[in-house]
């Protein structure tokens, strides 16, 4: 099993920029595809955004495109979620966890595990 950890969350004003970190501990994550999410206070789950292996094939849900990107160094061993023009309804904990490349590609991608998560804050 991927163990994850996010970083990179905080707070920030309507209108500004985050970078997330996904970083991969004790074990590599070159082969894996790996997918963002959110959850929102008393809100379910939410699929951001996911990247194959190779970060050639990506994805989006509707509400980010255009805003957010997703992007790797796997030499670094980490993924990067690159957030612009935050909006209040941005403010969540944000979490990556690996997925099925094929579900990536199709934009139905899922997670069983997860890392513990960052704090996004955007005020307005």
């Known amino acids: 099993q991927l163990q994850l950890v996010e970083s990179g969350g905080g707070l920030v004003q309507v209108g500004g920029s985050l970078t997330l970190s996904c970083t991969a501990s004790g074990s590599t994550l070159d082969s894996d595809a790996i997918g963002w999410y959110r959850q929102a206070p008393g809100k379910r789950y939410d699929g951001i955004s996911c990247i194959s292996s190779g970060g050639e094939i990506t994805n989006y849900v509707d509400f980010v495109k255009g805003r957010f990107t997703v992007s790797r160094d796997n030499a670094k061993n980490t993924v990067y979620l690159h957030m612009n023009n935050l909006k209040p309804d941005d403010t969540a904990v944000y979490y990556c966890?690996?997925?099925?490349?094929?579900?990536?590609?199709?934009?139905?991608?899922?997670?069983?595990?997860w890392g513990p998560g960052t704090q996004v804050t955007v005020s307005s």
């Open positions: 966890g690996a997925v099925d490349p094929e579900l990536c590609r199709l934009g139905a991608w899922s997670s069983d595990y």
